[in-house]
């Protein structure tokens, strides 16, 4: 077995490895947005600007959750095009 194969494999474990993690820290964040969304409209004696920075926050969680996984993807774009231009 040559080493850029051994190499791929290695990576394609990795990469199946990280997509399922960030499946279920996906199903986490969800249901926390959830419960928190939900205990933020309970909340009566929480003032409009703490649930408007409450709300600032989990978009922003959000948004640099989604930054991370297309960074991640790029990443191993960039991974497999190595793995097969070195195998030419």
Do not use: H
Not at 7 to 12: L, N, P
Not at 75 to 83: I, L, Q, R, W, Y
Request: hydrophobic share 40%.
């Amino acid at each position: 077995m040559d080493q850029m194969q051994i190499f791929k494999q290695m990576m394609d474990f990795n990469k199946a490895a990280f997509e399922n993690t960030f499946k279920m820290m996906t199903m986490l964040q969800e249901q926390t947005e959830k419960m928190t969304a939900s205990t933020l409209e309970q909340a009566t004696w929480l003032p409009a600007e703490g649930k408007k920075a409450m709300s600032d926050w989990l978009n922003a969680y959000k948004s640099g959750f989604e930054n991370f996984k297309k960074t991640a993807d790029e990443n191993f774009k960039k991974m497999e095009s190595f793995v097969t231009s070195g195998k030419k």
